[in-house]
């Protein structure tokens, strides 16, 4: 929000503060100024080396050489039809000066002007803007002849001035302008652009900082006693409108005021320059006070033409409904687009149809023109996640949304009204009719906390009196009421963000250290206890397997939760999802239901950036439940695609990876997750992955997940290149669930004895069940078994395999001889021969 100095200073005596020291005040209290823009005031003068604190822009303003100057005649230039000469005095002497301003070539010959135009004058050497360049760029006036004329000085725009962008006109001030006064005196000054974060909307307003700046400085916030008093006459506002309020939890509170017989004009220049520095555009007298008492005293007001309600309404009594919409009813918004409704949106309407879209936009039908006589004034209150949510749906961002989307208190709207008709009776003329009609069926409750001087110590660490406590509070306008031993607060009603209970006590006591300042909270060692520290299992085993794997090579990637069921579906199916009510985009619909289809589009994307790929994410998918909250099944996703080896001098054709590489990594990831009893079974039950280069991994006989190459069918969906996707998906609900093995085992003392041997078996058989039957048949004799290698060959016999194990021998109680590894070994062929038909290859 951008707030000029000068309408602070409206509300607070700022004198012997810079705008550094009010822009720092601000930002320690948590209203960060992201920046000053200095508009003829004088700009700082930073020492060489010192901190600049805040991002600053902006021009001064030569008090010697920009003031305030009168026009008192236009003439023709001699040889130019566009230009004119200007009579002008600057309060020293008269001046002839050269201008093409559009906004007085009207004026043109018509003789000395009955009532002189004030205007800004810049004299030879005065550094401006250039308003005929893009963007700001300074330029020093220079005495120079133009087509036979002198010119040495000039009537300012705003551009050159640096207040707004408009070139096309120069500024034409109020006629209460002092001639010959400095202009950085009359108009100079600077914006400070502040972040108003949500838990501060209440401070999106001048007043609202000007609360705030008083609280922390300990001065007097400046309320004029008449600030909301108009004085009326005719025919009361009761008598002519009524409202009904359709849903009050939508809409708590609605008023409106009667202005009549206004002149529809342009603002007093002072009211639209502050408008223009603070973001606003200046459209007329009615529509500018409605801006300037929104941005001044936090109510956002509409103006509707009470003639159009009028006609409308016939003979009857205008009434003003508001009510939801109907899906698909249409709304022609003041910014001439038509909008198509839905019943999620709220309405003001009168009984003939709909108004304006409440809280957001008013509609074209109703608005204020140049022949508008009359205006109904609107103040109400909305729900501020429905504005929020209006204001989304519709891409309709508005100073009226910003506010009513973050909350503005109830309480606020008979002030903002007052303040709009104050505003139109005093720049548009007319007469404001008594009485404000007001439907207030919703009043919520001020919150109230009771604070003892131990919660201050306690929570702030800092020692203050039930006096002191009551006096922070009350400069922001807490209602305190000093007890024995504690302090009963009552929030103010432009409060909604005051809780009850241990959460308003947090409140209350963030106000008290806000108005002590955070800068004087001296820094202390805790005085309570710690807490006891207890640990996250559950986090804890999923770190430990993210750093085995990342120890494994790979690369973990995160991926948004959010999908949609056209890019899920390209790797599954499913009927169901979790969907969101409200999404950002129509890609982020859903909540996902596959790990692996997330790690997949992260290869997708980055596939062609490198040679080869190892991700893996660990997260959850969402299995929708009827009528209940999703079920979130914690996952491990693995991708795999690429070369075995990355290319080098010495590397010329490295093989790309395949099956057995991502088993070799699942197995020793389960090896240091401590996982025994693992097996691997051929399935061909999962779609995503391709028949016969697929695996099913179990620990005991539960499943814990399946690996293998991507499936043929489902690669073509995406672009991921040449090379095999190799995917695997665990699930970790199960895998935490199995206890750990930590076997240990004490050193053997009798030496171990080695031998290979190679056996024929059936192409059918599997290597696992060999290994099984060589360690049942071996014992504890046979402590270790690996198969080294696997051949093929007609020489050995069609649909038969040999499969060659190296075999360790090894007795605790004696050293085992060449005899004792024999007979072991003819117990292990005898066996298989039985078991498998399997014969010792010679």
Known sequence: MKIPLSWLKDFIDLNGLSVEDIARKLTLAGMEVDEILYVGLPMPVYKEGEKHEFKTNGIGWDKEKLVVAEIREVKAHPNADKLTLLDLYDGQQ???????????????????????????????????????????????????????????SMVCSEKELGITEESDGIIILDDDAPVGMPLAEYIGDAVLDISILPNMARNANVIGIARELASMLGRELKKSSNQLSVVTSGQSVKELVEIEIGNSELNPRFVVGLIRNIEIKPSPYQIQRRLKLAGVRAISNIVDATNYAMLEYGEPLHAFDYDVLKQ??????????????????????????????TAMNVLVCDEKGSLSLAGVMGGSESEVTDTTKNILLEGAAWNFINIRRTAKQHNLPSEASFRFSRGVHPAMAEGGVSLGLKYMAEWAGGAVAPDLVDAYPLPPKDAVVEITVNDVKRWLGIDLTLAQIAELLSRLEFKCEVMSDKVRVTAPNHRMDIGEGVVGVADVLEEVARSYGYDNIPTTTMADALPPQVGNPIHEWEEHLRDLLVALGLQEV?????????????????????????????????????????????????????EAFSFFEVGSVFEPIKNELPNEPRKLAIAMTGLREATAWDVKDSPTLDFFDLKGRIELMLSGLRLTNISYTATDSYSHLHPGKAAEVKAGDKVIGAFGELHPLVKEQYELGDSPVLVAEFDLGIMRAIAPTYGIKTIPETPSMYEDIAII??????????????????????????????????????????????????????????????????????????????????
């Open 94 to 152: 008269d001046q002839v000066v050269l201008t093409g301003a559009p906004n007085i070539f009207h004026l043109k010959g018509a003789g000395k002007l009955e009532k002189p135009i004030k205007v800004a004058y810049a004299k030879e050497g005065t550094t401006l803007y250039d308003g005929h360049a893009e963007g700001q760029v300074l330029m020093t006036l220079k005495r120079a002849k133009i087509r036979g004329v002198d010119s040495y």
């Open 761 to 842: 078996v059936d192409e059918s058989v599997l290597a696992e069940t060999v290994e099984a039957l060589i360690r049942q048949t071996g014992g504890r004799s046979v402590t270790n078994v690996r198969l080294f290698d696997l051949y093929r060959d007609e020489k050995i016999g069609e649909g038969k395999k040999s499969l060659a194990y190296a075999l360790t021998y090894q007795a605790e109680d004696k050293t085992m001889t060449d005899a004792d590894a024999a007979a072991i070994r003819n117990k292990i062929v005898k066996r298989l021969e039985k078991e498998l038909g399997a014969k010792l290859r010679s």
């Open 558 to 610: 995160v991926s948004y939760r959010m999908t949609s069921p056209e890019k899920e579906g390209r790797i599954a199916k499913h009927d169901d999802y979790v969907r969101l009510a409200n999404p950002i985009a129509p890609e982020k619909s859903v909540l996902r239901r596959s790990l692996i289809a997330s790690v997949i589009d992260s290869l997708e994307k980055n596939i062609r950036y490198n």
């Open 312 to 341: 409308r309404a016939g003979n009857k009594k205008i009434k003003i409904i508001t009510r939801v919409a109907k899906d698909g009813e249409k709304l022609k918004t003041l910014d001439g687009n038509e909008r198509t409704l």
